[in-house]
């Protein structure tokens, strides 16, 4: 079955059938280009999500060493990564789909357009020919009619017993020729319809047919990529699961891997003093100290027991205006070995300095013996480079490397000080509930800087100048941009900071300025 042998005669029908596949069409590209928009806004929002509650800095970094923040962290990755497969739904949806099939439909609009084109053009001549044929059946019918009459009146003339022989013979004359004339009409008659009738023929079983089955090829093709494009809209997203579920078993994996056991011991490291609890509080007997007849005065003045350090609050800053002749206790710099720090917290701070600047010193170790090895390659062949080039390179490796060294031999000889003295202080905590008030005033500021120190917010800074950077640890800021601080300058006029994006290293000191 086909449109041009069944529906020869349907033309509003099937010009009105095309026109609804073309507006399905159109609705599905529509639908699919909103479904980007929704996966898109979906997606900017998760990417959102993630950067507000990754956590950036010393102190984060310090948090993320317990399982549960850890976790936390890797789920906010797996979710920036899932929002990128989200992306790309969106752009393989826009470019497999939306934009393919709004070519496709450009093409099917132009096509039908020439089919139904073709149709009203074979129409329309077939109906100037109709036209003409009915324009030379009027003549033909007005020419008989008018042989009839001549005849009629030929025999008239000839019965009238009043004509003349000539008249007789004009009458005779005219009827013959209009007569003929009638019969040549009737003969241009009678092509005109058979040809009519042929080009009618055509018409119906050849011309028509043909342009009707070209609209039911078209119809169908439209049907069958409007199929495959329905099948894209799960395929596109069917082809991104398997990421999509990595992403998803990379949540409950770290949501697996948390141990709550291992946070508490990781807790108790970080923040163990190392101090022994303080002793019973003896008894003071004060009738000991009252002397007959004298005044109150001769009492000797009770004992003060200190205010313990696990229970010591934050000194507050008094409010602006207050008429207090005392001025604050302000906070001193933290000491370079530590020594504000308890003990246990003490060792550990300079055990992760001495890590820390033992690998820099084997990182730059390395480095130096790559460079003393290229140096030998261009001493014995020239042509691959100039060994002088290199020295200051090496000069300043070496420069890096000694000073590391003498870091690291300082911070050796402070964790060999702290491991030795730890019962001293042991035994120096024990004795605090009996110090004079003053010595305990000192002790509980010391203990209220360590407490402070854990307290400290993010420093940030703000860049003066840009600064590119080129070198290995170092990075690239722009001028006024906010930066967090991770390591203050230890003197080498370097810092180390984080950016918004996440990036961190090394910029020199006097590129920034403080926040207020």
């Known amino acids: 079955m086909d449109w041009g042998t069944d529906l020869w005669d349907q033309y509003d029908h099937i010009d009105k059938h095309t026109q609804s596949g073309l507006d399905l069409l159109d609705r599905y590209i529509k639908f699919v280009k909103e479904r980007t928009e929704v996966e898109q806004t979906y997606a900017k929002q998760l990417r959102s999500i993630t950067k507000k509650y990754a956590k950036r800095g010393s102190k984060e970094e310090l948090e993320c060493k317990f399982s549960n923040h850890g976790s936390f962290q890797e789920i906010l990755n797996e979710m920036n990564d899932y929002a990128g497969q989200r992306e790309l739904i969106a752009e393989n949806m826009m470019t497999s789909v939306c934009v393919e099939l709004t070519k496709y439909l450009q093409d099917l609009k132009q096509e039908r357009k020439s089919h139904l084109s073709d149709a009203k053009k074979a129409q329309q001549i077939l109906e100037s020919n109709f036209k003409h044929l009915e324009s030379t059946k009027k003549r033909y019918a007005k020419e008989w009619a ?176 207050a008429t207090n002749s005392c001025q604050p206790d302000l906070k001193p710099p933290p000491a370079e070995d530590f020594s504000h720090l308890p003990p246990e917290q003490r060792k550990n701070r300079l055990k992760g300095k001495i890590d820390d600047i033992a690998k820099d010193l084997q990182k730059y170790r390395d480095q130096s013996e790559a460079l003393e090895k290229m140096k030998g390659v261009y001493v014995q062949n020239a042509q691959l480079g100039d060994p002088s080039s290199l020295e200051p390179q090496i000069t300043e490796t070496n420069q890096i490397i000694g000073r590391l060294t003498g870091e690291l031999g300082k911070y050796e000889a402070w964790f060999s000080e702290a491991v030795g003295g730890e019962e001293s202080s042991n035994a120096v905590n024990n004795n605090t509930q009996h110090v004079p008030l003053a010595a305990d005033h000192q002790s509980h500021n010391s203990y209220a800087e360590f407490e402070d120190d854990f307290d400290d917010v993010e420093r940030q800074c703000t860049a003066l100048y840009d600064f590119q950077g080129n070198n290995e640890g170092t990075i690239s800021i722009t001028a006024e941009e906010q930066l967090s601080v991770v390591e203050e300058d230890q003197g080498d006029g370097w810092m180390r900071v984080v950016r918004s994006n996440g990036d961190e290293g090394y910029i020199p000191s006097s590129y920034v300025k403080p926040n207020p």
């Open 146 to 321: 008018e042989a009839e009459k001549a005849s009629q009146q030929a025999e008239k003339t000839e019965s009238d017993l009043n004509a003349t022989k000539l008249d007789v013979e004009k009458a005779k004359q005219h009827a013959h020729a209009r007569t003929h004339t009638a019969e040549e009409c009737r003969n241009d008659y009678a092509a005109e319809l058979q040809k009519y009738n042929k080009e009618q023929n055509f018409f119906y079983y050849t011309e028509i047919p043909q342009v009707f089955n070209k609209l039911q090829d078209m119809d169908e093709r439209r049907i069958r990529r409007l199929a495959e494009g329905y099948c894209q809209f799960s395929d596109i997203e069917t082809n991104v699961l398997p990421i999509i579920s990595k992403c998803l078993d990379g949540i409950t994996s770290a949501g697996k891997r948390i141990d709550e056991k291992q946070d508490s011991v990781l807790f108790i490291e970080q923040h163990k003093s190392g101090f022994e609890r303080p002793a019973d509080v003896e008894f003071e007997d004060y009738t000991q100290g009252i002397k007959p007849a004298t005044s109150d005065s001769s009492l000797n003045p009770p004992k003060v027991r200190t205010k313990l350090w696990p229970f010591s609050k934050k000194h507050k800053k008094p409010h602006v205006g």
